[in-house]
Every structure is written in structure tokens, then in C-alpha cells.
């Protein structure tokens, strides 16, 4: 399965139907639905920060059920090892030297043991592993740009890591989030 944006939205069919209107009048039909879940969509598009960008502006300002719309730049297995290289690889090419971050992680990820067995990991635990790496200063509170990880079941028994790297106010609700570039 092949996505590159996630949209949340308020649960419930009519919001779902709401959604896919204001994405038709707002974007057209530029953009391929890979799932439909519960309060969540996953799009393919050329360009996911440039959807996020218009939809944004687009939606501004409007009564809408959708809570974020989040840009992907990889889809990964939920392993942490695997996501903290992803991580530090995208972190380093666009989060400037100067600028803070921080790392928001929704899920769980997982380890291997040494019987090649997956491990659930403390939210916390996974962070650190993540963060070591990435040399830049850390803001918890008040961050330039974020790392925002999101583990999503694709399947009933599969799940995936979605891993994001930009400007903070990508990954605010849209209702208080302001609209500048994401990268």
C-alpha cells in the first residue's frame, strides 16, 4: 500500500463524506485514497508538503472536521532502529543547525530481542533512541521543527511507521496551526 499523506478527522461517515468534499473542491482529484479507517485517511500525491500547503490555505478559516493533515516523507516497518536512521537521515538534511526540534511520537514502536522476537518499547525509551543521533538543540515546548512519528495499522495484524520531518505547524490542529511553508 502506497500513501504519503494521513488526514485525522472527527469520527463518523457524514464527517468522512465532509472530508472528501472539501478535498474535491479544494484540490480536485489529484490524489489516489490508498485506506479509509475511523477518523483516518491515507492519500497518495505527487507532492505531499505542496497538498498540505493548499489544502491548508484552501481550508482556512472554514468549518471543517479535520483535525491535521500530515505530509509523509516515509513509510517504514515500526522498527526503532530502522525509524531512528530514517530520522536522523531526513533531520539532518532539513532541520538547520541553529534551529530546536522535537521528536512526537504516536504509537508504539518496537525492538528485537535476542531471540528475534518484536518488543513493544516504552514511548519514551523509542524517543531516545531516535534523538541521540540528530545533533540539534531540543525544544519540548516551543520547537522550530518537529519529527513526528505515527504508527498506523495498514492491516488487521500489520502495522507501519509514518515518518515526518518539518516545520512544527505542520503537525498542529488545523484549527489553531498557522499556515506558513512546512519545509
Given amino acids: 500500500m502506497k500513501f504519503n499523506v494521513v488526514i485525522t478527522y ?3 461517515i457524514n464527517n468522512s463524506d465532509w472530508v472528501f468534499s472539501q478535498l474535491n473542491s479544494c484540490i480536485g482529484t489529484s490524489y489516489v485514497v490508498a485506506k479509509v479507517r475511523s477518523s483516518i485517511i491515507l492519500l497518495n500525491v505527487q507532492d505531499p508538503y505542496t497538498f498540505w500547503y493548499n489544502l491548508r490555505v484552501c481550508i482556512d478559516g472554514k468549518e471543517t472536521p479535520i483535525h491535521r493533515i500530515i505530509p509523509v516523507d516515509e ?8 525509524v531512528a536512521a530514517i530520522a536522523r537521515e531526513y533531520a539532518l538534511k532539513r532541520i538547520p543547525i541553529d534551529a530546536t526540534f522535537r521528536i512526537t511520537l504516536h504509537g508504539h514502536l518496537y ?3 535476542e531471540r528475534g522476537r518484536l518488543v513493544k518499547m516504552h514511548s519514551i525509551d523509542a ?8 545533533d540539534r538543540k531540543v ?4 520547537p522550530q521543527w518537529v519529527i513526528y512519528i505515527r504508527s498506523i495499522s495498514i492491516r488487521r495484524w500489520q502495522k507501519v511507521a ?3 520531518v518539518a516545520r512544527s505547524c505542520v503537525f498542529k490542529n488545523i484549527r489553531v496551526a498557522e499556515i506558513q511553508n512546512p519545509i
Fill in 10 to 12: 472527527e469520527p463518523g
Fill in 75 to 82: 513509510v517504514v516497518d515500526p522498527i526503532v532502529d530502522k
Fill in 111 to 113: 525492538t528485537v530481542d
Fill in 127 to 134: 524517543i531516545k533512541v531516535i534523538a541521540q543521533d540528530i
Fill in 139 to 142: 525544544d519540548l515546548k516551543n
Fill in 162 to 164: 509514518i515518518l515526518s
